[in-house]
């Protein structure tokens, strides 16, 4: 069941295979989305989608043209509707292909603290504007105002995603919008608890694809991981398949990304991303004794495929990697390092973080890539925002061999602010000899949900902290000669809101206030990055 209107269904990469392969496919809109018939509400991914799932996978087994071995695919919301459709337990469902989707539709890890992807929400926005129009449309309202004021906002996406206060969105004010805008802008992420809880009520094989330039990619993996440990029954904990590859979100099966060329082993003939699909659907729809790898998954740098039985992969070697400076790593010029050297007595580094100035967003893990407002996914240069005072940057000397960078990252970060609430961003980044430095991956915490609690925790301003920020997961060859590199910063926008420094909640302010930002790295309160090394 498609969210954004059934004809994306028609779009599916893979739909001509999975005909050709003697597979009935079957697509629809969600309740109350596109041409069908009721309402949507917020409140529908957690009341009625997993249950019009259920009847629709029970339907379709009830077909004379269906041998009661039902299958489900898709992407983004597909995916998330897939598995709230597993949870019911339909009884003709034997295997999900969820790619690039969660559990939570909005995709923000809670390991963000509360920062959201507003790029995101920000994407979905104007669609579900329009289809709030066209339907209203069909009923027979008068719409014209809405829909100049919908143009406006298409034509001017600079006005669109730099307005204030977020809640007042002139879109986000239509007859039913209102409510799902204030939903996009407060997501409610699942229980760390509940969520291994929702694992062990699901018992069916499941293909889990996505991207490591994909902003649900870490979500994906994490789903595998969960579903590897927990799934409700032996026989589909041993039935998880994940495929990892150099793509952005929603199947985009490309070796062009971003300002890189990752060769012809990334496209979807190159990768057989098609023919392992079919193998999986043969596999536990027909019984079929197929042999098809756990993990599957692209290696950036070699520009080459590896397969695994389990993630991260047991023979993963922890570096440590502190940051280090003379008080001056402000820009790609200054004296920012990062070694494996634990640091001793060091000046802190500081750099002012200016909501109405934030350091934008340059490539990345982007579930919506905006090219006409230049918001591409993927790795691009990021020299440009390297430039800028209040992005620091911490670069290893030149690596003396090869190194392979596989599994998950994450960065402690001892830090204060001048401020009650802020945000501090950091980018894993790969330098090459000649200078050009892309972006491998990133994460971001929201000072006042350091503690991962519901309830907002504001900050004592200077005091330290220890922060602990998520950056997802990659799988880089560094060669000899190459560095890497630490950019933080306190905004990435807007592919994640502006942190306002007013304590405030999410979309209630217009203007912001300025935050003097202080990074530590001495030796009792050492910075610092575990990187996964593959030997």
Not at 38 to 56: H, I
Not at 228 to 236: E, L, T
Not at 246 to 269: E, R, V
Request: with cysteine; hydrophobic share 35%; proline share 6%.
């Amino acid at each position: 069941m498609r969210s954004y209107g059934r004809h994306y269904g028609r779009r599916l990469p893979m739909l001509n295979n999975i005909l050709d392969a003697g597979y009935a496919f079957v697509n629809s809109d969600l309740r109350g989305r596109g041409s069908s018939e009721g309402e949507w509400k917020p409140e529908n991914n957690f009341t009625v989608e997993g249950k019009d799932g259920y009847d629709s996978v029970e339907w379709i087994a009830s077909q004379d043209w269906c041998d009661g071995n039902v299958g489900m695919i898709g992407a983004s919301h597909a995916a998330y509707f897939q598995w709230l459709t597993a949870l019911e337990k339909p009884p003709h469902l034997k295997a999900i292909a969820p790619w690039t989707g969660d559990f939570n539709e909005m995709f923000v890890p809670p390991l963000t603290g509360g920062a959201i992807s507003l790029i995101t929400a920000l994407l979905w926005l104007p669609r579900e504007a329009a289809d709030v129009v066209n339907r209203l449309e069909r009923q027979g309202q008068d719409v014209n105002d809405m829909r100049l004021t919908l143009n406006r906002a298409l034509n001017n996406l600079d006005e669109f995603y730099n307005f204030l206060p977020l809640k007042d969105m002139p879109i986000a004010q239509f007859e039913r919008l209102k409510e799902l805008w204030n939903w996009r802008l407060n997501p409610v992420s699942q229980p760390e608890l509940e969520k291994h809880r929702i694992y062990e009520e699901i018992a069916v094989p499941c293909f889990h694809q996505c991207g490591w330039y994909d902003g649900a990619g870490w979500a994906v993996i994490e789903n595998f991981c969960n579903m590897k440990d927990r799934a409700g029954s032996k026989y589909a904990q041993d039935s998880q398949h994940l495929v990892v590859g150099p793509w952005p979100h929603a199947m985009q099966f490309q070796n062009n990304l971003g300002d890189l060329n990752f060769g012809a082993m990334a496209d979807s003939f190159g990768s057989g991303i098609h023919e392992f699909q079919i193998a999986f659907f043969d596999r536990y729809l027909r019984g079929k004794d197929v042999k098809i790898p756990i993990v599957k998954y692209f290696v950036m740098g070699k520009n080459s495929w590896q397969t695994a039985n389990s993630w991260p992969l047991p023979q993963t070697r922890w570096q440590r990697y502190y940051l280090h400076s003379k008080g001056n790593a402000n820009t790609s010029s200054g004296d920012g390092l990062l070694s494996c050297d634990a640091p001793g007595v060091e000046p802190p580094d500081m750099f002012i973080y200016n909501p109405h100035h934030p350091v934008p967003t340059v490539g990345g893990p982007l579930i919506g890539a905006i090219t006409s407002a230049g918001m591409v996914a993927g790795p691009i240069e990021q020299s440009y925002i390297e430039k800028r005072h209040d992005v620091l940057c911490y670069t290893t000397s030149e690596l003396k061999e090869d190194i392979e960078v596989t599994g998950p990252l994450q960065l402690h970060l001892f830090a204060s602010t001048s401020a009650r609430d802020t945000d501090f961003s950091v980018k894993l980044v790969h330098v090459y000899p000649d200078g050009r430095a892309y972006n491998l991956a990133e994460g971001i915490i929201r000072a006042s949900g350091r503690s991962f609690r519901h309830e907002k925790e504001l900050v004592n301003p200077g005091q330290i902290y220890e922060f602990v920020i998520t950056l997802g997961q990659t799988s880089q060859h560094f060669r000899k000669g190459h560095r890497i590199r630490i950019n933080i910063s306190s905004s990435n926008f807007p592919q994640f809101d502006r942190n306002m420094n007013t304590g405030n909640a999410i979309g209630e302010d217009a203007y912001g206030i300025p935050a003097i930002q202080t990074i530590y790295h001495q030796h009792e309160y050492a910075s610092y990055i575990d990187l996964p090394i593959i030997p």
